[in-house]
């Protein structure tokens, strides 16, 4: 049994989830490689037919069943194309699993082209995974057979040793988690305000000009210090808002500090539009950092009961949420429970077992 990623040409999140599910894979002993192709973000239908055509040599030349994990819509349908419909027809073939990461948006064309090929790859795939619900209702409705919640854990979970003194130990109760926050001292009101930090690239998916709408309605209230990791194509006209408006806003471009960062704040925020499951909001549960983030994509799969989740593209909810965090005991119990949700998120070793169960099982399982 043999598997081969299909990976498209991008960066940031995807491309450490695909770096972290390579090396769990080859760890754990299976035959797994990468296909060689990179699949581009927009279509060029003659790369493409290059693409296509190469990933059918893979196949054709492999003395073993495979099975194709491709990441991402177009990843998916031409893989799609290049696998066919030959186990589909009850014949020993090759396996195609497809990971749906991001929902198509922008003009009606491109949702049109998004449309079609997730109808391709939906009808081509043995198993489609998709990273939030409603990118999983999407598939489903595109003609999907058998659609799962994909787990997407943070690149860094807590060594094995630690996850498994705290299974051993079972998991501490609210009013044990309160204590233990309550033993660390509880740090009186910083007098320039309520420290928050919002970790997110620079990119219109984030919704950082609500979170700015947000900041401006804050300004007049009780003091509040946004502080932003991360860096984009947005950096420059965000930075000139801020200084047009006085809006006390931090631009840290990208930091690779992130747990000293989080452990200086008294609230993390996400403004975001879409989001799949966000590691950065996975960190902050592990942090044990109150949460202020809108109900956007996969995030609820992410922090559960444990963050205050406002409407997308609201930034007075946003303002109002903030603001309410501003009370240290409101804050303390928000921290408790971010301690306690972060026990239930998936970990590599999750993931390991979901990817051997929908990539590596026996041909007579197919």
């Keep these: 049994m043999r598997i081969l990623l299909v990976r498209p040409a991008a960066s940031g999140g995807l491309a450490a989830h695909v770096d972290q599910e390579l090396a769990l894979l080859r760890a754990a002993g299976h035959a797994v490689g990468e296909a060689p192709v990179r699949i581009r973000e927009r279509p060029r239908p003659a790369v493409d037919l290059r693409t296509v055509r190469a990933l059918r040599e893979v196949l054709r030349r492999s003395t073993?069943?495979?099975?194709?994990?491709?990441?991402?819509?177009?990843a998916g349908a031409l893989s799609a194309f290049a696998v066919g419909p030959s186990s589909r027809r009850g014949r020993p073939g090759h396996r195609l699993v497809v990971t749906l990461h991001n929902r198509t948006v922008g003009s009606r064309p491109t949702r049109a082209v998004g449309a079609a090929l997730l109808r391709i790859l939906a009808r081509g795939a043995d198993i489609v995974l998709a990273v939030s619900p409603d990118l999983a209702d999407s598939a489903r409705r595109a003609g999907a057979r058998d659609v799962r919640h994909a787990l997407i854990p943070a690149p860094e979970a807590p060594p094995a040793a630690e996850r498994a003194t705290a299974v051993a130990s079972g998991p501490p109760s609210a009013d044990a988690t309160t204590a233990r926050l309550a033993a660390a001292g509880e740090a009186?009101?910083?007098?320039?305000?309520?420290?928050?930090?919002?970790?997110?690239?620079?990119?219109?998916?984030?919704?950082?000009?609500?979170l700015l709408d947000a900041a401006a309605l804050l300004r007049d209230a009780d003091p509040v210090r946004?502080?932003?990791?991360?860096d984009g194509p947005l950096h420059a006209d965000l930075a000139a808002r801020i200084r047009a408006e006085h809006l006390p806003v931090e631009l840290l471009g990208r930091r690779e500090d992130i747990p000293a960062l989080l452990a200086e704040v008294d609230l993390v925020v996400s403004a975001a539009r879409w989001e799949g499951q966000p590691v950065s909001l996975q960190e902050a549960l592990r942090a044990g950092r109150a949460i202020v983030a809108t109900d956007a994509g996969g995030t609820r799969?992410?922090?559960?009961?444990?963050?205050?989740?406002?409407?997308?593209?609201?930034?007075?909810?946003?303002?109002?949420a903030i603001s309410s965090m501003r009370d240290p005991a409101t804050r303390r119990e928000a921290e408790a429970a971010s301690l306690l949700r972060a026990q239930d998120l998936p970990t590599p070793e999750d993931l390991l077992t979901q990817l051997e169960?929908?990539?590596?099982?026996?041909?007579r399982d197919w």
């Excluded at 009186?188 to 609500?210: F, H, S, T, W, Y």
């Excluded at 799969?301 to 109002?320: E, F, K, R, S």
């Excluded at 169960?357 to 041909?363: G, I």
């Design 188 to 210: 009186e009101r910083d007098p320039e305000g309520l420290a928050i930090l919002v970790i997110a690239r620079l990119a219109p998916q984030k919704g950082l000009d609500d």
């Design 301 to 320: 799969w992410v922090t559960g009961d444990a963050a205050v989740l406002v409407p997308v593209g609201d930034p007075a909810g946003l303002a109002a």
């Design 226 to 230: 946004f502080r932003i990791a991360g």
């Design 357 to 363: 169960e929908v990539l590596a099982s026996s041909p």
């Design 64 to 74: 073993d069943a495979t099975t194709l994990h491709a990441h991402g819509l177009r």
